[in-house]
């Protein structure tokens, strides 16, 4: 793990893999301020881009980091606050290609994506991950309390057009918090809106780390299971090992088990054995590795197995 100004982790993240971070913007520097955001409240609420940081000082340190011999899946533009508000954020991710193989990912709130320049140079991403947490004016202000030159109308449209004209992965992320947009009302016009937009995944999020406001609360389970149903998305919370179960014993033979019928990448497979207490994970992915009966197949920098 290294730490630094810019570049941070690698950490495990539940939806890509193992992320090299690299944030651009000063800490809670935001166009919103959520209320189940995980830094707290926003204390720089702008909607103005800025150069917080010289493209080259962020990529001097990236280089650095890449000298040791770092594991990683996926680089992962994030900030502590909103990462499209970097005016340099289209150079930083060309640069950042040139330095790696890996897919380089953005974590948006989408708020910018009616803005021309925005769509342009998140469209040389790999995978950009947008939020859709509102479904009207009155929710948007309720759970994001955006800056006040933000629309939802605006947001919406201007996700739908990015939608359309973007090349990489978009994977659309819905935070739900109990009691304020969770009821199949609030769903179904999720579900409307969804209708009207192409993306490739959608992720169903609930607040599992302490929130903004302390009336912020998780979702249960079985509200999670009726999203997934009427809006067909995957809860995130679900991807992990808890995604994956097994009565057998046998470590080996119970993700053999698993790959029968559902293909695992190997976060998966190191979740689903650290759930099991499982101790030789190392072992267990080179032997699947080596397995004759089994298929590796690596694509951008995730590996996934699956029996022949
Ligand atoms: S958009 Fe992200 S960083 Fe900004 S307030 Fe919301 S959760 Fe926090």
Redo the contacts with the bound molecule.
């Keep these: 793990m290294i730490e630094n100004k810019y570049v941070y982790g690698p950490v495990p993240s539940r939806r890509l893999g193992l992320s090299l971070g690299v944030s651009p913007i000063p800490g809670k520097t935001?166009?919103?301020?959520?209320i189940?955001?995980?830094?707290g409240r926003?204390i720089h609420l702008t909607n103005k881009r800025k150069m917080f940081f010289q493209v080259g000082e962020i990529i001097g340190e990236f280089e650095k980091n890449l000298q040791s011999p770092l594991e990683f899946d996926v680089v992962t533009i994030v900030?502590?606050?909103?990462p499209t508000l970097y005016l340099g954020l289209g150079e930083l991710i060309g640069e950042i290609q040139k330095r790696t193989e890996k897919p380089v990912a953005v974590i948006t709130?989408g708020a910018l994506l009616y803005d021309p320049a925005v769509k342009s140079e998140l469209s040389r991403s790999d995978i950009v991950l947008p939020?859709l947490d509102a479904y009207d004016d009155v929710s948007y202000k309720k759970i994001?309390r955006p800056h006040g030159t933000l629309n939802f109308s605006d947001v919406y449209l201007g996700l739908q057009s990015f939608a359309e004209e973007y090349q990489g992965q978009l994977w659309i992320e819905i935070m739900l918090i109990k009691g304020v947009n969770d009821d199949d009302a609030a769903l179904n016009k999720y579900s409307a809106l969804l209708n009207d937009l192409r993306y490739d995944r959608l992720y169903i999020n609930t607040p599992l780390r302490p929130p903004?406001e302390p009336y912020v609360k998780a979702i249960d389970h079985e509200k999670m299971d009726r999203a997934v149903e009427i809006l067909h998305g995957i809860a995130i919370d679900l991807l992990h090992s808890q995604g994956f179960h097994s009565e057998i014993t046998d470590h080996y033979t119970a993700i053999m088990s698993i790959i029968k019928r559902h293909p695992m990448n190997q976060f998966e497979i190191e979740g689903f054995l650290k759930s099991r207490g499982c101790s030789g994970i190392g072992a267990i992915l080179d032997d699947l590795k080596k397995d004759s009966k089994v298929v590796s197949i690596s694509y951008k920098g995730y590996v996934t197995y699956r029996l022949k």
């Excluded at 189940?36 to 830094?39: A, D, E, G, K, S």
């Design positions: 935001c166009n919103y301020s959520c189940y955001c995980q830094l926003t900030g502590e606050g909103e709130n939020s994001n903004a």
